[in-house]
């Protein structure tokens, strides 16, 4: 069966508090995601809804199609860029720590990436962008542990 995911990332500042907000279609079953940070950026949520997406699917070799308005995540991917990034060691490239995840869970699936362009009323798409900015401004919000460390150490890529 395939697997359908919408993921959207937000940023209240960028950086500053983030979310990110994912809808995941399976036949009749769907499935919604969110989580808030304290300190990251915008860039960084639509990667990890797209990586927490994919880590959510309960077996490997499935067909998913992700559907995403952010260019910085399916261009990555459809033109390759990712896999050059990989080769050299994601050499003075932002958030390799989550690429690196990203790539370990992408190749266990057969993934398609479409871009939609965002506040284009897809239905689904909103959903991602309203779980997503909600998760942002919750009172609780988790620590982007890599983001904050880099920043501090002043070790971005």
Do not use: Q
Request: one cysteine or more.
């Amino acid at each position: 069966m395939s697997v359908i995911i919408y993921t959207d990332g937000a940023a209240k500042g960028n950086p500053g508090n983030g979310g990110f907000g994912i809808v995941l279609i399976s036949g009749k079953h769907r499935k919604e995601i969110s989580e808030g940070f304290r300190l990251t950026t915008n860039n960084r949520m639509e990667l990890l809804a797209v990586i927490i997406g994919l880590e959510s699917l309960k077996s490997n070799k499935e067909s998913v199609t992700v559907y995403s308005d952010s260019k910085y995540v399916v261009d990555a991917v459809n033109k390759k860029w990712v896999f050059g990034w990989e080769k050299k060691n994601f050499n003075k490239k932002k958030n390799p720590d989550l690429w690196i995840r990203f790539l370990k869970v992408f190749k266990k699936h057969n993934v398609i990436f479409i871009w939609i362009k965002g506040h284009s009323e897809n239905i689904e798409n909103e959903r991602c962008d309203y779980l997503a900015v909600s998760a942002a401004e919750k009172s609780s919000l988790k620590v982007d542990s890599w983001y904050e460390n880099s920043k501090k150490d002043n070790t971005l890529f």
